[in-house]
DNA sequence: CGAAGCATTGAAGTGCGTCAACAATCGTGG
DNA sequence: CCACGATTGTTGACGCACTTCAATGCTTCG
């Protein structure tokens, strides 16, 4: 079940034998979560992490109103607050999209991990960054691009993150998101999520039905993005 | 000249007095370098970051239109690029705002200190999260709040972060940015970053002439941007 | 089978963008 | 120290991408 999260950190370095074996030996206790629940508040004090082992989870923020806005959608593999183990508490709440399969992380094996390895430490250092990255592409996307191209811009980041753990192929992946969901992750509202998938549809980019995604034209859907992946670092870094 | 650095990790957690000799020994070479230079492009390869001693800078991306995001502001004190420590090259440009002095910090001497300091590691691996907490603020603001609530919330957040380095006093600070640069911060366009400020200006709760901004009434700019300063982890905590 | 959530559509409104002009300020060279 | 071009701030008129409100059908699931 960890294997996802393997993938992912093997595709950007290389990881040995002996840290393979701390990795794994991460998870506490694995599990099942129901969807729409949210499994972490901002602020609540922590002394676990979370390992997304299977299914969607997000990390949101909300205004007084209420209008909240996705600030990254995670997928299987993802070490989903690793980021919690330094802040201790969370600024935003975390939860479930879908059903979900989750690893618990006790802290002190993290704290451990960084006592004894301190490759190891730079590589989940180093994946934390890599959220980071993400943020600020989004950033860029609300900022600065259309609404067709900030979705656009999704799909295909999370065509190629779901790739990576082997959960898309075909051009095409399973996507349980609702439009509000999507509306949320886009700083969008509902109605003009929806017209803008529908726009997709009507320039033969995508096809979206039944919680599943398809890519019709993924250079085409990778220009109306402006999507440039090194955003991601998906190749072999030294660390 | 580091000393706006130490501040910033002491609000943050006990720096031991053998941590603080490590990171004193940080900056190899000190530079002055002039407003409106970019001084690492996004791609190159680093094997130095740089911090900020004195002055302003920002991380950008840019669309291909040359329409431009800043994602995050920097003010004396902040590790501008520690981030690029385990990236190795940078997914953005990082550019100065105003004339700035800064510290080259070569990589070797981090790598050094991951490798002998494991909590100092901690401690900078919480300090680049919480840039990426800064980041996730901004995502909200840039998909939910308002222009004008999304303005007043950077001043609010500029002028924590300047306090806490001793660049802020009396509700005022020095605010070297163009209202270009203010629109590139809150994906605006010039103009309406312009009515915006004047709006702020109107309701009495800003003044901003001569590159120096004054904060009028701090409760009703808080109220505005429903600024809720704990995404910026101003509060001791043991790492 | 009924209720609740979700996708879709239409009509009307608005916050912000665009375009264009001009004023104020700044920096620099003569 | 002044002249002058360039940058920055400001204003007005107009347009549009996206929002708001409201209604309807479709799906899902207890």
Not at 78 to 106: A, M, N, Y
Not at 143 to 161: K, N, V
Request: with cysteine; glycine share 6%; charged share 25%.
């Amino acid at each position: 079940m960890i294997t996802a999260h393997l993938k992912k950190l093997k595709l950007r370095t290389r990881i040995s034998p002996e840290e393979e074996r701390v990795i794994r030996d991460f998870v506490a206790e694995t599990r099942r979560v129901r969807a729409d629940e949210t499994l972490i508040h901002a602020g609540e004090e922590l002394n676990t992490s979370v390992m997304l082992l299977h299914g969607w989870m997000a990390r949101s923020k909300d205004l007084q109103n209420g209008d909240r806005q996705f600030t990254e959608l995670h997928v299987a593999g993802d070490f989903v607050d690793l980021h919690g183990f330094t802040l201790k508490r969370l600024d935003h709440d975390i939860l479930t999209l879908s059903e979900c399969t989750i690893g618990l992380v006790p802290h002190e094996r993290l704290q451990a991990m960084t006592d004894a390895y301190p490759r190891l430490t730079r590589v989940y250092w180093f994946m934390t960054n890599i959220d980071a990255a993400i943020h600020r592409e989004s950033a860029l996307s609300l900022g600065q691009r259309s609404a067709i191209s900030r979705m656009a811009h999704l799909f295909c980041e999370l065509y190629l993150r779901l790739e990576i753990v082997g959960r898309a192929m075909d051009s095409a992946y399973e996507f349980p998101l609702t439009q509000r969901e999507v509306a949320e992750c886009l700083g969008l509202t509902v109605v003009h999520a929806n017209r803008t998938v529908q726009e997709l549809r009507r320039r033969g980019l995508i096809e979206l039905e039944n919680r599943h995604l398809t890519i019709l034209d993924r250079r085409g859907l990778e220009g109306l993005a402006e999507f440039d992946p090194g955003y991601l670092y998906l190749t072999q870094t030294a660390i």
